[in-house]
Structure formats: structure tokens, C-alpha cells
């Protein structure tokens, strides 16, 4: 999973911003650095929001950027990218973390911990969560 940053350069400093995340932006001081900060700033403000029991903009396509900057791609690590994934597809169906559990046989206690930052589920869990919301799970290795 991946979010549309827009690029520029502020001054001596680079800037990303994302267009999907309102208020995440962060700089660094070489365009080889931005990528890592980027990354971490994208993925702090997607796990406060998780960790505050919202449900976080799913990315957007995004055709161009504003004028004097570029798009660039930033990468969310799969556990992030699940705990994402459930809570926008719990939040699209109307369902409450005890309904999704009752409908996998699992304890609501497992849905919350699939839906906290950090956390590492086996692919098992994910596939039981995921039939219950009528949903497939599809694991790629890409290059």
C-alpha cells in the first residue's frame, strides 16, 4: 500500500506533503533523506489516528501535483497496511469490532489488536477477519 506525496523544495530543505492525510507533512534537509522521513511521518499520522479509534482516508490517485512540486510514492509496511485495511472494510459495513469478531469465532480483543499499530498477526487470523467481512486476502512479494 502506498500514498501520493507531493515534493518540493523549501529553501536549503525538501518538503513532502500528502494530499489524503490533512496536516501530515514533514522536511528534510537532502532529497536522499526525505524518503525515510516521509515514510515515518506518513506512518505516525496514520497509527495516532488507528490509535484514537478513526478511520484514516484511504489513498487516493493523484494525476499531477501542484505546480513546482513532484508526486512521489510512499510505502506504508504491511502490518500498518492490515490494521488499515480491516478498520476501513469494519467501517464501510457499519460493524463494531464484537460483530466482526462473533462473525470469525475470534474475541473482539483479536479484532482490536488486528486494527492497533504494531501489532503482528499470522496470516491465519487475517484470513478468518477477512472472511468475515466478505472479503479475500491477497499476499504478494513485489519487487
Same mark, same amino acid.
Given at each position: 500500500?502506498? $500514498?501520493?506525496? $507531493?515534493?518540493?523544495?523549501? #529553501?536549503?530543505?525538501?518538503?513532502?506533503?500528502?494530499?489524503?492525510?490533512?496536516?501530515?507533512?514533514?522536511?528534510?534537509?537532502?532529497?536522499? &533523506?526525505?524518503?525515510? /522521513?516521509?515514510?515515518?511521518?506518513?506512518? #505516525?499520522?496514520?497509527?495516532?489516528?488507528?490509535?484514537? #479509534?478513526?478511520?484514516?482516508?484511504?489513498?487516493?490517485?493523484?494525476?499531477?501535483?501542484?505546480?513546482?512540486?513532484?508526486?512521489?510514492?510512499? &510505502?506504508?509496511?504491511?502490518?500498518? +497496511?492490515?490494521?488499515?485495511?480491516?478498520?476501513?472494510?469494519?467501517?464501510?459495513?457499519?460493524?463494531?469490532? #464484537?460483530?466482526?469478531?462473533?462473525? /470469525?469465532?475470534?474475541?473482539?480483543?483479536?479484532?482490536?489488536?488486528?486494527?492497533?499499530?504494531?501489532?503482528?498477526?499470522?496470516?491465519?487470523?487475517?484470513?478468518?477477519?477477512?472472511?468475515?467481512?466478505?472479503?479475500?486476502?491477497?499476499? +504478494?512479494?513485489?519487487?
Amino acid at each position: 500500500m502506498q $500514498y501520493m506525496a $507531493y515534493v518540493s523544495r523549501e #529553501g536549503r530543505h525538501w518538503l513532502a506533503e500528502f494530499p489524503d492525510c490533512p496536516g501530515c507533512q514533514t522536511f528534510a534537509d537532502s532529497d536522499q &533523506r526525505l524518503p525515510a /522521513a516521509a515514510e515515518e511521518a506518513l506512518e #505516525g499520522w496514520l497509527e495516532s489516528h488507528l490509535v484514537d #479509534g478513526k478511520v484514516p482516508p484511504e489513498p487516493r490517485s493523484h494525476r499531477r501535483a501542484p505546480r513546482g512540486s513532484k508526486l512521489a510514492l510512499v &510505502r506504508v509496511n504491511p502490518a500498518l +497496511a492490515i490494521a488499515l485495511q480491516v478498520r476501513w472494510e469494519r467501517s464501510k459495513q457499519g460493524l463494531t469490532q #464484537g460483530e466482526v469478531a462473533k462473525r /470469525a469465532g475470534v474475541a473482539q480483543q483479536q479484532i482490536a489488536k488486528l486494527e492497533r499499530p504494531g501489532e503482528n498477526p499470522t496470516i491465519g487470523t487475517i484470513d478468518k477477519i477477512a472472511k468475515a467481512l466478505g472479503v479475500n486476502v491477497d499476499v +504478494a512479494l513485489v519487487a
